[in-house]
């Protein structure tokens, strides 16, 4: 059990020193307006700075409202995340999982309270640009998914009565 939560722990400083490290490298970077084509036309680092939520879900909410907002929902949703990974560390593939996507939230949440807005700067043709914390949480989700997908198509063994 301890040594679980030390992993988690370590697992967590790493996602979120990743994401955090890429971050100041990107408004290091690529702030003035510089790119960097990867893959001609397909993907490439562009910075931004997100003041709203994925998908800008939060376009009709006044700017002067959407940041409290923003920060409220996520704080609220990465505790329900923290209290999901102490009650539900069954496995080590729903652990990873919801560790996933607490690094990925506490990557975001910290930006929305150090910057006041995310750092985004991965572009992908046709997608919002995004970032390695909204990498981390499409993982944790994507994990959970194949944990349901499994655990739907093989049931638990039932015993034998006699």
């Given at each position: 059990?301890?040594?679980?939560?030390?992993?988690?722990?370590?697992?967590?400083?790493?996602?979120?020193?990743?994401?955090?490290?890429?971050?100041?490298?990107?408004?290091?970077?690529?702030?003035?307006?510089?790119?960097?084509?990867?893959?001609?036309?397909?993907?490439?680092?562009?910075?931004?700075?997100?003041?709203?939520?994925?998908?800008?879900?939060?376009?009709?909410?006044?700017?002067s409202?959407?940041?409290?907002?923003?920060?409220?929902?996520?704080?609220?949703?990465t505790?329900?995340?923290?209290?999901?990974?102490?009650?539900?560390?069954?496995?080590?593939?729903?652990?990873?999982?919801?560790?996933?996507?607490?690094?990925?939230?506490?990557?975001?949440?910290?930006?929305?309270?150090?910057?006041?807005?995310?750092?985004?700067?991965?572009?992908?043709?046709?997608?919002?640009?995004?970032?390695?914390?909204?990498?981390?949480?499409?993982?944790?989700?994507?994990?959970?998914?194949?944990?349901?997908?499994?655990?739907?198509?093989?049931?638990?063994?039932?015993?034998?009565?006699?």
């Amino acid at each position: 059990m301890k040594l679980r939560f030390l992993l988690v722990v370590l697992a967590l400083g790493a996602l979120v020193g990743c994401d955090h490290s890429s971050k100041q490298w990107a408004e290091s970077s690529l702030r003035a307006g510089g790119r960097i084509d990867l893959v001609d036309g397909v993907l490439g680092l562009r910075y931004t700075q997100n003041h709203d939520m994925a998908f800008s879900l939060m376009r009709d909410v006044p700017a002067s409202m959407r940041t409290p907002i923003i920060v409220v929902l996520a704080t609220l949703t990465t505790a329900a995340v923290v209290v999901l990974l102490v009650r539900r560390r069954k496995n080590l593939p729903e652990v990873a999982a919801y560790t996933f996507i607490l690094g990925g939230a506490i990557g975001n949440l910290a930006d929305r309270f150090l910057r006041g807005y995310v750092v985004d700067f991965i572009h992908l043709q046709y997608w919002p640009i995004f970032n390695f914390a909204d990498i981390w949480v499409g993982i944790g989700i994507g994990l959970l998914l194949l944990q349901h997908l499994r655990a739907t198509r093989d049931p638990p063994p039932q015993p034998v009565s006699h």
